[in-house]
Protein backbone atom coordinates (compact mmCIF):
# COMPACT_ATOMS: atom_id res chain seq x y z
CA UNK A 1 0.00 0.00 0.00
CA UNK A 2 2.98 2.66 1.09
CA UNK A 3 6.64 2.71 -0.51
CA UNK A 4 8.30 2.90 2.59
CA UNK A 5 6.85 1.52 6.37
CA UNK A 6 6.66 5.09 7.15
CA UNK A 7 5.15 6.91 4.32
CA UNK A 8 3.15 10.24 5.06
CA UNK A 9 5.01 10.72 8.63
CA UNK A 10 6.15 13.75 8.46
CA UNK A 11 5.02 14.65 5.16
CA UNK A 12 3.39 17.87 4.71
CA UNK A 13 0.69 16.68 2.03
CA UNK A 14 0.58 12.48 2.22
CA UNK A 15 -2.69 12.72 0.56
CA UNK A 16 -6.46 12.19 1.43
CA UNK A 17 -7.04 9.30 3.93
CA UNK A 18 -3.76 8.16 4.61
CA UNK A 19 -1.50 8.87 8.27
CA UNK A 20 -0.74 12.23 9.06
CA UNK A 21 -3.26 14.02 6.16
CA UNK A 22 -3.34 17.63 7.68
CA UNK A 23 -6.64 18.06 5.95
CA UNK A 24 -7.89 15.54 7.59
CA UNK A 25 -9.95 17.86 10.67
CA UNK A 26 -9.11 14.50 13.62
CA UNK A 27 -5.70 15.09 12.72
CA UNK A 28 -3.79 16.51 15.41
CA UNK A 29 -0.33 17.13 14.48
CA UNK A 30 1.14 17.97 17.85
CA UNK A 31 -0.06 14.11 18.95
CA UNK A 32 1.06 12.77 15.81
CA UNK A 33 4.56 14.60 15.97
CA UNK A 34 5.28 13.72 19.61
CA UNK A 35 8.39 12.09 19.64
CA UNK A 36 9.48 11.77 16.17
CA UNK A 37 13.31 12.41 15.31
CA UNK A 38 13.61 15.40 13.13
CA UNK A 39 16.58 14.10 11.17
CA UNK A 40 19.04 14.75 13.69
CA UNK A 41 18.58 11.66 15.90
CA UNK A 42 16.77 13.90 18.56
CA UNK A 43 13.61 13.95 19.47
CA UNK A 44 11.51 16.73 17.18
CA UNK A 45 10.87 20.13 18.91
CA UNK A 46 7.10 20.10 19.39
CA UNK A 47 7.06 23.85 21.01
CA UNK A 48 6.72 26.52 17.77
CA UNK A 49 9.44 29.63 18.28
CA UNK A 50 7.97 31.90 20.48
CA UNK A 51 6.68 34.61 18.01
CA UNK A 52 5.16 32.14 16.02
CA UNK A 53 3.03 30.74 18.65
CA UNK A 54 2.02 33.78 20.20
CA UNK A 55 0.50 34.95 16.29
CA UNK A 56 -0.82 31.88 15.30
CA UNK A 57 -2.36 31.41 18.58
CA UNK A 58 -3.73 34.47 18.94
CA UNK A 59 -5.70 33.35 15.44
CA UNK A 60 -6.61 30.38 16.46
CA UNK A 61 -8.27 31.86 19.69
CA UNK A 62 -10.15 34.24 17.42
CA UNK A 63 -10.97 31.78 15.32
CA UNK A 64 -12.50 29.67 18.11
CA UNK A 65 -14.35 32.22 19.65
CA UNK A 66 -16.02 32.72 15.99
CA UNK A 67 -17.17 29.55 15.95
CA UNK A 68 -18.54 29.78 19.27
CA UNK A 69 -20.58 32.51 18.73
CA UNK A 70 -21.99 30.99 15.65
CA UNK A 71 -25.82 30.25 15.21
CA UNK A 72 -24.28 26.57 13.80
CA UNK A 73 -22.25 26.38 16.87
CA UNK A 74 -25.25 27.21 19.27
CA UNK A 75 -27.51 24.76 17.80
CA UNK A 76 -25.23 21.74 18.37
CA UNK A 77 -24.97 22.97 22.35
CA UNK A 78 -29.08 23.20 22.58
CA UNK A 79 -29.28 20.15 20.79
CA UNK A 80 -26.94 18.26 23.65
CA UNK A 81 -29.02 20.16 26.29
CA UNK A 82 -32.10 19.22 25.18
CA UNK A 83 -31.25 15.46 25.40
CA UNK A 84 -28.51 15.28 28.52
CA UNK A 85 -30.84 18.00 30.60
CA UNK A 86 -34.46 15.61 30.98
CA UNK A 87 -32.34 12.40 30.72
CA UNK A 88 -29.54 13.49 33.63
CA UNK A 89 -32.88 14.64 35.66
CA UNK A 90 -34.74 11.52 34.83
CA UNK A 91 -31.89 8.99 35.75
CA UNK A 92 -30.89 11.21 38.90
CA UNK A 93 -34.53 10.92 39.81
CA UNK A 94 -34.99 7.17 39.18
CA UNK A 95 -31.01 6.45 41.29
CA UNK A 96 -32.48 8.90 44.64
CA UNK A 97 -36.16 7.07 44.61
CA UNK A 98 -34.15 3.61 44.37
CA UNK A 99 -31.53 4.58 47.34
CA UNK A 100 -34.86 6.06 49.53
CA UNK A 101 -36.97 3.57 48.84
CA UNK A 102 -34.13 0.86 49.66
CA UNK A 103 -33.50 3.10 53.25
CA UNK A 104 -37.85 4.62 54.15
CA UNK A 105 -39.07 1.16 52.93
CA UNK A 106 -36.95 -2.57 53.53
CA UNK A 107 -39.90 -4.01 53.76
CA UNK A 108 -41.04 -3.10 50.33
CA UNK A 109 -37.47 -3.74 49.01
CA UNK A 110 -36.94 -7.82 50.18
CA UNK A 111 -40.30 -8.53 49.43
CA UNK A 112 -39.80 -11.72 47.16
CA UNK A 113 -40.46 -11.65 42.99
CA UNK A 114 -39.62 -15.04 42.51
CA UNK A 115 -37.73 -17.77 44.74
CA UNK A 116 -34.60 -15.67 45.87
CA UNK A 117 -34.91 -12.71 43.74
CA UNK A 118 -36.58 -9.55 45.43
CA UNK A 119 -37.59 -6.21 44.23
CA UNK A 120 -34.53 -4.62 45.61
CA UNK A 121 -32.61 -6.88 43.30
CA UNK A 122 -35.05 -6.58 40.17
CA UNK A 123 -34.35 -2.06 40.91
CA UNK A 124 -30.76 -3.08 41.49
CA UNK A 125 -30.27 -4.76 37.94
CA UNK A 126 -32.85 -2.12 36.41
CA UNK A 127 -30.49 0.67 37.46
CA UNK A 128 -27.41 -1.10 35.66
CA UNK A 129 -29.59 -1.88 32.59
CA UNK A 130 -31.05 1.86 32.60
CA UNK A 131 -27.75 2.80 32.23
CA UNK A 132 -26.31 0.91 29.58
CA UNK A 133 -29.90 2.29 28.08
CA UNK A 134 -29.04 5.99 28.44
CA UNK A 135 -25.55 5.17 27.05
CA UNK A 136 -27.00 3.68 23.87
CA UNK A 137 -29.52 6.13 23.67
CA UNK A 138 -26.91 9.04 23.94
CA UNK A 139 -25.00 7.38 21.72
CA UNK A 140 -27.23 7.05 19.01
CA UNK A 141 -28.85 11.05 19.54
CA UNK A 142 -24.76 12.48 19.08
CA UNK A 143 -24.78 10.30 15.82
CA UNK A 144 -27.94 11.35 14.50
CA UNK A 145 -28.33 14.72 15.79
CA UNK A 146 -24.80 15.96 16.85
CA UNK A 147 -22.00 14.81 15.25
CA UNK A 148 -22.55 15.57 11.53
CA UNK A 149 -23.05 19.48 12.47
CA UNK A 150 -19.86 19.20 14.87
CA UNK A 151 -17.75 17.49 12.15
CA UNK A 152 -18.85 21.14 9.85
CA UNK A 153 -17.95 23.11 12.42
CA UNK A 154 -14.64 21.31 13.07
CA UNK A 155 -14.29 21.40 9.21
CA UNK A 156 -14.60 25.07 8.98
CA UNK A 157 -12.31 25.58 11.99
CA UNK A 158 -9.49 23.77 9.70
CA UNK A 159 -10.29 25.65 6.92
CA UNK A 160 -10.08 28.91 8.45
CA UNK A 161 -6.73 28.07 10.61
CA UNK A 162 -5.14 27.06 7.05
CA UNK A 163 -6.54 30.43 5.62
CA UNK A 164 -4.80 32.31 7.92
CA UNK A 165 -2.05 30.30 8.25
CA UNK A 166 -1.68 31.56 4.51
CA UNK A 167 -1.85 34.79 4.83
CA UNK A 168 0.45 35.34 7.59
CA UNK A 169 2.70 33.22 5.44
CA UNK A 170 2.62 35.75 3.07
CA UNK A 171 2.91 38.55 5.08
CA UNK A 172 5.98 37.23 6.71
CA UNK A 173 7.25 36.53 2.74
CA UNK A 174 6.58 39.83 2.58
CA UNK A 175 8.46 40.98 5.22
CA UNK A 176 11.45 39.37 4.58
CA UNK A 177 11.47 40.57 1.25
CA UNK A 178 10.82 44.59 2.46
CA UNK A 179 13.59 43.20 4.83
CA UNK A 180 16.22 42.12 2.22
CA UNK A 181 15.22 45.57 -0.31
CA UNK A 182 15.93 47.91 2.69
CA UNK A 183 19.55 46.16 3.21
CA UNK A 184 21.01 46.22 0.08
CA UNK A 185 20.40 50.15 0.27
Known sequence: MHDAPHAGVGRADPGPGRPGDLRDPWYDA?????????GAGAPASVVPPRGAAQ??????????????SSEAF????????????????????????????????????????TGAVNV??????????????LTWAYARHARLRRDRAALDLRWTVVEQKRVREQVAEREREREQVDGQGRGAE
Not at 55 to 68: H, K, N
Open 120 to 133: AMLAGLGQFLTTFL
Open 55 to 68: RRSASAADIYLEVQ
Open 30 to 38: LASGWGEPD
Open 74 to 113: QEVRRRYRRFAFPVVAVFFTWYVAYVVTATAAPGLMARPV
